[in-house]
């Protein structure tokens, strides 16, 4: 067991060690921690549904309708109806014909991919793509092949060169980075895949709920939804709950049916779960103010850290900021910990060497006061 002490010293001594903080109870903006209060700047509860009165009730009246566990695999006897309810209003949303539940984002993801693509295919994938994606090219087989961030040129030069050599081709991008915050340009790069016969699939993880009409996305909000074979989401960021969807059309969901692997072989999620999850589809259509605070906050808050002059990335709730080294952003967040803002530092492996950074998540439940405060701060503790 030497390698893992190696490992682990490793990691520690380069800033990088990783560790499990448990929070006593969070919401509305906040989080309490070993006994104290923050301003939680870390969580994907962008429309601060979490909490919500109506998904907890609904997520209740599942329970008891349904019980605590879904007992088996939906393709054996864990299909319920109320997953049924929630496909259909989620295929509607993002204005496709059929949708498909998965137990969360990142089984969405793996399975998808490797149910599309085996050996002898080709995955084409933003180099920043999410972990999850990147698991399921590795696990499909297929020759990964990676284009420079939101270039669809550089994705056409690829395609040129060596789309031919492959049997099927699936290209896969995000529609707002969850590392830089944004937006994919999703309608360029679901071109360049219709002009050369590849399968095109969005990742709307960070999207769904906060962009486009109805808060569809931002697939939507280009009017691509006809040019991307395969929209796919999460219920949990800005759902509030949990649970990965596939949205396409109808052929799409039927194999994926018969043979995504992470569909058919995990049990199904408890109904407790769908039912939040309608709540919260409701709600985008009933409090949909809450996006436009939301998208107010995060834009005042990026005006504010420009306005200190420090080197802010993307143009959505995600707000980055850049400060290169690993050791530098842990100090940094401690130092804004202390001062009672909760905001993680983004090192490598998840971002590029020499890119660590802060992410600030802002989310509805965060006042102007707060924001402004925090921005003040962080200001003050860069150069620590
Ligand atoms: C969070 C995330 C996922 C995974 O979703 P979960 O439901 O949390 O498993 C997939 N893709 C991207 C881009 C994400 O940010």
């Not at 999850?132 to 060169?161: P, Q, T, V, Y």
């Not at 006061?369 to 503790?381: G, N, R, S």
């Amino acid at each position: 067991m030497d390698w893992l002490d190696r490992y682990l010293g490793e990691r520690q001594s380069n800033g990088l060690m990783r560790q499990l903080r448990p929070a006593e109870n969070r919401g509305g903006g906040r989080v309490c921690v070993g006994g104290r209060e923050y301003y939680d700047f870390s969580s994907n509860d962008y429309l601060g549904l979490s909490d919500h009165p109506k998904l907890k009730e609904a997520s209740i009246n599942a329970t008891q309708q349904y019980g605590t566990g879904s007992s088996a695999s939906r393709l054996l006897s864990g299909d319920i109806e109320i997953f049924h309810e929630l496909e259909e209003r989620t295929a509607k949303l993002k204005g496709k014909e059929r949708a498909l539940l998965f137990s969360s984002g990142y089984q969405a993801n793996v399975g998808v991919v490797a149910a599309f693509c085996g050996k002898g295919d080709a995955v084409f994938c933003d180099r920043l793509s999410h972990a999850s994606i990147l698991d399921g090219a590795a696990m499909s087989g297929a020759k990964l092949i990676r284009f420079r961030h939101n270039d669809a040129e550089h994705l056409e030069d690829l395609l040129k060169k060596r789309g031919g050599d492959f049997a099927r081709r699936l290209i896969v991008t995000e529609s707002i980075f969850s590392m830089d915050g944004d937006k994919g340009a999703i309608g360029e790069i679901a071109d360049v895949g219709r002009r050369y016969g590849c399968m095109v699939m969005a990742d709307e993880a960070h999207a769904t709920g906060v962009f486009g009409p109805g808060g569809s996305g931002v697939v939507a909000e280009a009017g691509a939804s006809e040019k991307v074979d395969i929209v796919m989401g999460t219920f949990s960021k800005a759902l509030g709950s949990f649970g990965g969807y596939v949205a396409g059309d109808s052929k799409i969901i039927d194999y994926l049916i018969n043979a995504c692997r992470s569909f058919i072989y995990t049990t199904a999620l408890p109904g407790a779960v769908a039912g939040a999850n309608i709540a919260a589809l409701k709600l985008l259509d009933a409090e949909p103010e809450r996006r436009k605070i939301l998208l107010g906050n995060a834009e005042y808050f990026r005006g504010c850290l420009i306005a200190k002059g420090l080197e802010v990335l993307g143009e959505s709730q995600i707000v980055p900021v850049v400060v290169g080294d690993a050791d530098r952003a842990v100090r940094m967040s401690e130092r804004l910990r202390e001062d009672g803002f909760w905001v993680l530092p983004i090192r490598p492996p998840t971002v590029p060497e020499g890119s660590s950074r802060l992410r600030f998540s802002v989310t509805y439940g965060h006042s102007r006061e707060v924001l402004m405060a925090l921005c003040e701060k962080t200001a003050e503790v860069f150069d620590v």
